[in-house]
């Protein structure tokens, strides 16, 4: 492979499951990609959310090679680990009392959480409840737990029949949401405090409020999903802390290792003492080194002047593309987000103006037809805002 480019189809024995455009990158730094021709990219995309801290992080590099050292990357979770008993501790502290399952992505956790809740509503309230009910717009992941759950018929339909008993309300309608928790049937309600895939859109004010109270009356599990909103995104280091609702099982994922693939459950006390030894598992899930790495960006992610730091970056960046959106009302329809997640919705396709962007050198993200995604890295510079934004606008129509 030579150059900047490879084919837009897959080449050789990879799988053709994705449209990749033709950049091969070689290097980061920071929010820089460098290509193989010597290209620089602003990456405001941080693999969707998941390099929080950059490309080439010390507080990765560092707590990689400390993991390294000790000589031990994998023992299996048929032993304990000192690293993984200290991620759950610090993940404990930092979120609620809970007790956390580790595993290797977000779809993973998903699934873990679906089970964890079944699990504890059929011993409390019978075997009937096992329905979930998940959100309009939502995305939870592509198992076949997870994709039931999720608001993509393009996504769901060549795989059907997936999980039964799945059921989707619009967040906005109070009286929909009352009729489908069910206190004989419903296990779980899953809801991204901001969906990210269904077009980086908080949730309307009073909705995940409005789910608690439902959940606490019909003995139902609220489960958040902030594999993408969590962990400083929003400028907390949960999205919930912004209504300061608790749910029963919180699913995190994408930047919890810096880049590698970590994923993780907190359970609720009541629901993680319904689950006894052999309720679940994972080969890989909080391994060693990834436990390692995770413990050490959680540390920087929780620490507060870092989220200050967050919330200051993310109000200059809202500023810089609500201007836009005055100067360009033709084109811009609403910019809607919270900290560093944004999403920009246009009359255009957003895959061409991703597309022109990339050629002038800013790397940005879809979600949906017509939103163009900013997830710029935590610790981006400030002054690199008005650089992203000044291209994202001379990238549309």
């Known amino acids: 492979m030579s150059g900047g480019s490879v084919a837009t189809a897959e ?3 990879l799988l053709g499951l994705y449209r990749r455009p033709e950049v091969v990158f070689v290097r980061g730094e920071g929010p820089w990609l460098e290509d193989a021709d010597g290209r620089r990219y602003l990456d405001f995309t941080a ?7 950059g490309h080439g992080s010390p507080v990765v590099a560092d707590a ?9 990357i994998h023992t299996s979770n048929l032993f304990r680990t000192v690293p993984g008993e200290a991620l759950a501790e610090a993940l ?3 979120a609620f009392p809970s007790r956390v399952f580790f595993c290797n992505s977000g779809a993973e956790a998903v699934e873990a959480a679906f089970k964890f809740a079944r699990r504890w509503a059929r011993a409390a309230g019978g075997a009937a409840k096992h329905e979930i009910v998940a959100l309009t717009g939502s995305f939870h992941g592509r198992l076949f737990g997870s994709l039931a759950a999720t608001d993509r018929p393009a996504y769901r339909e060549p795989f059907e029949p997936l999980m039964p008993g799945v059921r989707f309300v619009d967040a906005a309608d109070p009286d929909a949401m009352d009729a489908a928790v069910s206190a004989e ?6 809801a991204e405090p901001v969906q990210g895939e269904g077009g980086v859109r908080p949730l309307p004010p009073g909705a995940l409020e409005r789910m608690r109270a439902l959940c606490d009356a019909r003995g139902v599990a609220l489960v958040f999903d902030e594999i993408q909103c969590g962990l400083g995104r929003t400028g907390r280091l949960f999205a919930h802390e912004h209504v300061g609702v608790r749910p029963d099982l ?3 994922a994408k930047p919890l290792a810096g880049g590698l693939p970590m994923g993780a459950v907190l359970a609720a006390p009541h629901v993680a003492d319904a689950l006894e030894p052999g309720d679940h598992g994972t080969t890989f899930g909080g391994g060693p080194l990834v436990a390692r790495v995770a413990g050490a960006v ?3 992610l929780a620490d507060p002047a870092f989220l200050e730091g967050v919330r200051r970056r993310g109000a200059r ?4 593309l609500r201007r836009v959106a005055e100067r360009r009302p033709d084109v811009v329809t609403e910019v809607r987000g919270m900290g560093l997640m944004w999403g920009v919705e246009l009359t255009a396709p957003a895959g061409d103006v991703v597309a022109r962007a990339r050629e002038s050198g800013l790397l940005l993200a879809s979600a949906g037809p017509q939103v163009v995604r900013l997830l710029p890295p935590l610790n981006v510079p400030g002054a690199l805002i008005e650089r992203a934004v000044s291209l994202l606008e001379e990238a549309l129509p």
């Open 185 to 190: 049937r419903t296990a779980a309600v899953i």
């Open 11 to 13: 080449p050789g024995a």
């Open 47 to 53: 693999g969707i959310g998941v390099t929080a801290l």
């Open 250 to 252: 919180l699913v995190l």
């Open 298 to 300: 959680l540390a920087t």
């Open 64 to 72: 990689v090679r400390a993991a390294l050292d000790d000589g031990i």
């Open 92 to 94: 404990v502290a930092a």
């Open 317 to 320: 960046l809202e500023d810089a």
